[in-house]
């Protein structure tokens, strides 16, 4: 027998991932009354680190949550490319203190499940309903509302987001069923703790080892406590059922055998993984049908090769909640995709590209670029620079809603 469960005015938000979280803040600090639907059993987030940068930061600085969640962060010094074997220096430029000065917020590593925690926290605090157990099935388009059909029962609300990722139910019912694009890329990841990483010291940095086909990334997580790693290759296709399988490290390390001496002792302490195959997707023509809206992942997912796609849902948390705040939904939701639409595409393409430089496609030309990203970051930093302002020094809280 379903149920039909009448609610007050207010908003659903399908998804407790980092996306849907911050922006059932950023509504419930507006004065809406906010339910998140989330299908996990219990709220968690994958064992694997985040770079947040200072775009980021500085919404969740508006938000409130920055101090919460400043003791869990780890400050990086530096961000490198360096070679997968000779280790050698293609670009080298600051972090730490240079991003405070040039942006005004820090750039941060956080683990994902201390976000993801602070987060709920804040929810909380400001009378956020976090539901678990919530698969949505579908939703329909009424004259004055929204009906949310779950397994057992039918909500009714005001608006709904669907910040439900890259496999989006909410997406898929808007726009039509579409299977992801495999990017032909897969990524290993995994936390090793330090007392496992022998015989090299790993820099206090966000690290990219770029090699042919292959590129790995390294930086610290809880204080030095453990160093996380995203180990990314290409491959033809992707032969599981699932999108996120548990690897075999030893398979793992035979991939980067040979590497520079940081990457292997990190891999050699490595005691378990998880491989993802990262998916892409068109750019969707809309993001918005009458009440209901998309969010994060769920409407622009993106390779993970400029550390972006959370801190782009963190963005759209902000724009969504403070248009939501000054219009009505409509307008809101028209206003939303088209601050919002143009940032995540330039963003999503800036992530496709550095797939080439990092793999150094095209062989020896693939080296050269790199061997100028290296000139360039010396004689003509302001080449790199302006790139960098394009992403971190986005301000989406200093926008005029
Ligand atoms: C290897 C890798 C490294 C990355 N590194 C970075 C980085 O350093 N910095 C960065 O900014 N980004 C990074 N990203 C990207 C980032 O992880 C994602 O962009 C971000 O997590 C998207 O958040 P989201 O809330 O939109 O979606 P998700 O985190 O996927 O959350 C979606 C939530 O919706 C729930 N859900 C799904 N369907 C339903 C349903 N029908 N009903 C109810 N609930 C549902 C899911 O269970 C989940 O909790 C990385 C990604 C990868 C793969």
Known sequence: MVEQVKLAEHIIVVGAGIGGLTAALGLAKQGFTVVVLEQAPELSEVGAGLQLSPNAVKVL????????IEPHCFTPQRACIRDHRSGRHYLDMPLGREMVKRYGAQYW???RADLH??????????????????????YR?????????????TLRTDLLIGADGV????????LGAQAPIFTGQVAWRGTVPIANIKGASVQPNATV???????MVTYYLRGGE??????????????????????DTEVLRSKFHGWHPEVTA???????????ALNGRPVLPTWHDDRVVLLGDACHPMLPFMAQGAAMAIEDAFVLSGTLEKYDYEYAFMKYEKLRKPRATAVQKQSRDNASLYHMHGGWQGRLKLEALGVASKYANGIIQSKLDSIYGHDVTALRL
């Open 117 to 138: 925690q602070e987060l709920v926290r804040a929810c909380q605090q400001h009378g956020v309903d976090i539901q678990l157990n919530q698969r949505v099935m579908g």
């Open 109 to 111: 590593h956080i683990h």
């Open 167 to 174: 496999h989006s139910q909410i997406r898929e019912l808007m």
């Open 226 to 247: 453990f160093v996380n790693f995203i180990a990314v290759e290409e491959q033809a296709s992707w032969r599981y059922e699932s999108w996120r399988e548990e690897g």
């Open 266 to 276: 990190v891999l050699d302490g490595c005691e378990s993984t998880f491989l993802w």
């Open 141 to 153: 388009n009424e004259k004055d509302h929204v009906k949310v059909l779950l397994e057992k029962q």
């Open 209 to 215: 080892w770029a090699g042919p086909h292959q590129h």
């Open 61 to 68: 600085q508006a938000f409130g949550v920055a101090d919460a």
